[in-house]
């Protein structure tokens, strides 16, 4: 049973808009959360982390949400850009430094 | 000059075959990992090591081993390569405190 789920597969969004990924996860212990982007051919790269004790975390175009009673995280990206197009997963861990759990993924297309 | 490599890129074999897929890095990260994808299931972890004399079985071990050869390098073999181990291959390397993982580009296995 996947302990992460990401339920949407893919999200289609205007240039300019924004972008909402969402995360679900089910292991109460996971106390810190990461997002990775993906291209095609190439390895993900980590984009933004959350600690538990924290409900935001922002980086540039880029916010992290953390709802610890609905065990839900999110991921907006304000203004989407054609180059955000990527396949992006959200991680879990119990404690920063452990083991990740990843979920399924979700492909981001930003249209022009 | 990409931080982790992977050899092969891509490969094809036949059932029965052994494979070994290798692993570098000029990162100087003691802990590095093994991770299959496969559609919609994101990134599961097979075997990780901390340093070279650790090596530890992930959540999805089976039919795979590992040799830590030396702190730059890490190799996954398939002993008898099955059809159902096709799939995505990533390398990752942390360093001590683990909290970002950095991934290599990825073989594609083939299983024929």
């Known amino acids: 049973d996947q302990q992460v789920k990401q339920n949407s597969p893919s999200l289609s969004v205007q240039e300019g808009r924004i972008s909402i990924l969402n995360c679900d996860y089910t292991?109460?212990?996971?106390?810190?959360f990461l997002w990775y982007k993906k291209y095609p051919a190439e390895g993900p790269t980590f984009l933004i982390s959350i600690s538990s004790i924290k409900d935001k975390n922002e980086d540039g175009r880029f916010t992290v949400f953390l709802n610890k009673s609905a065990k839900h995280l999110s991921l907006h990206i304000v203004p989407s850009q054609p180059g955000d197009s990527a396949v992006y997963f959200c991680a879990a861990s119990v404690g920063a430094g452990n083991m990740l759990t990843f979920g399924g993924g979700t492909r981001l297309m930003v249209k022009p | 000059d990409a931080d982790v490599t992977q050899t092969p890129r891509n490969r094809i074999t036949k059932t029965g075959k052994r494979i070994m897929l290798e692993c570098s890095q000029t990162?100087?990260?003691?802990?590095m990992y093994w991770y299959r994808q496969d559609p919609g299931l994101g990134l599961r972890l097979i075997y990780y090591s901390f340093d070279v004399k650790d090596i530890n079985k992930g959540e999805i071990s089976d039919g795979y081993s590992v040799s830590r050869q030396a702190q730059a390098k890490f190799s996954l073999s398939l002993e008898s390569a099955i059809p159902n181990q096709t799939a995505l291959y990533f390398c990752?390397?942390?360093?001590?405190?683990?909290?970002?993982?950095?991934f290599g580009p990825g073989t594609r296995l083939t299983v024929l």
């Open positions: 292991n109460s212990m996971f106390d810190y």
């Open positions: 990162k100087g990260h003691d802990r």
């Open positions: 990752a390397t942390s360093d001590l405190r683990g909290n970002t993982q950095y």
